[in-house]
């Protein structure tokens, strides 16, 4: 994995590899081609006028909410693949929404720990478990379809991709706009403005897909490793962390995004990356009991 300081070049082509289609955006359409059976990792809406796949959170709710209901093999296997494989590396730089969130970050404001907020981080649990599956799944219409309620009510990527541009291009769509499309941007507009202040609050206390992929940060084969020979304890990695994250004492929580700030602010040089199906978790125990 390249170094921190070149991590906005994966975004930035993670981005556009998943919005190309630019000229749709004047056109007021969005793309349906054969790749939009196909989820990217990250959170991208499918209506984006550029999108080129599907968002993964979107097809598991219109498969979940189907009146002809089947598991989803495609869907799931895809998610655990990509969270056996990365875990969190697709939040930290793969996903655009997250990307937009960092840059918003990056205006030159008074900022904010959400280190006391911690507790909001169960928050994407509860709304993977009710708005993503529950909820698509038991209520339904008259003829057994079930809204896909995180993408309808929640999720401010499609109203910043879809909705807001969509909008723009087509007056049938401008027309037509009502309660719901101002709920959409009142939290969009929130997230927003959270994300000038606090580092990624969407994705630290909201994203379903984020906390689906940190079900697997502790085991999957990518991770981070603390050397117990060189690791102090001196906790300069903890205090860098945007995250929140105590990183010598769990390099591999579940709300670490892998930006790999810790790593190159440690000054004994004790954490690196590591591709391995063998657990590390181990030595950094020892390090932080020989260190504490």
């Known amino acids: 994995m390249a ?30 081609g054969r790749s939009k059976i196909v989820c990217v990792p990250g959170l991208n ?42 875990g969190r590396v697709v939040c930290g730089f793969l996903c655009p929404f997250g990307w937009f969130q960092e840059l918003l970050y990056k205006l030159p404001t008074q900022k904010f720990s959400t280190q006391k907020l911690h507790f909001l981080t169960c928050l994407k649990y509860v709304i993977l478990i009710v708005f993503v599956i529950i909820l698509p799944m038991t209520i339904v219409n008259e003829v057994g379809l079930g809204d896909p309620f995180f993408c309808k009510y929640i999720c401010p990527a499609g109203i910043l991709e879809g909705g807001i541009p969509l909008s723009i291009a087509d007056a049938g769509i401008r ?9 959409k941007s009142c939290i969009l507009l929130g997230i927003v403005v959270l994300s000038v202040f606090f580092y990624r609050p969407f994705c630290k206390w909201i994203c379903p897909l984020g906390a689906f992929y940190a079900l697997f940060n ?13 690791c102090t304890s001196c906790g300069v990695c903890s205090k860098v ?29 004790a954490i690196n990356r590591t591709f391995s199906l063998k657990s590390t978790d181990g030595e950094k125990v020892k390090a932080y009991e020989k260190n504490p």
């Open 3 to 32: 170094k921190n300081e070149h991590r906005w070049k994966f975004q930035l082509a993670a981005a556009l590899a998943s919005n190309p289609f630019f000229l749709n955006f004047f056109q007021g359409k969005i793309h349906k």
């Open 241 to 269: 962390c945007k995250m929140d994250v105590e990183v010598f004492r769990t390099p591999n929580h579940t709300e670490c995004i892998r930006c790999g700030d810790c790593i190159r602010t440690c000054p004994h040089q």
């Open 175 to 183: 027309a037509g706009l009502g309660e719901l499309f101002t709920w």
């Open 45 to 86: 809406c499918y209506s984006c006028p550029a999108a080129a796949a599907s968002c993964p959170i979107g097809s598991l709710q219109a498969v979940i909410g189907s009146s002809k209901f089947q598991f989803t093999y495609y869907i799931v296997g895809f998610l655990i693949l990509i969270g056996v494989l990365l």
């Open 218 to 230: 502790k085991i999957s084969l990518y991770r981070f490793r603390v050397d117990a020979d060189k």
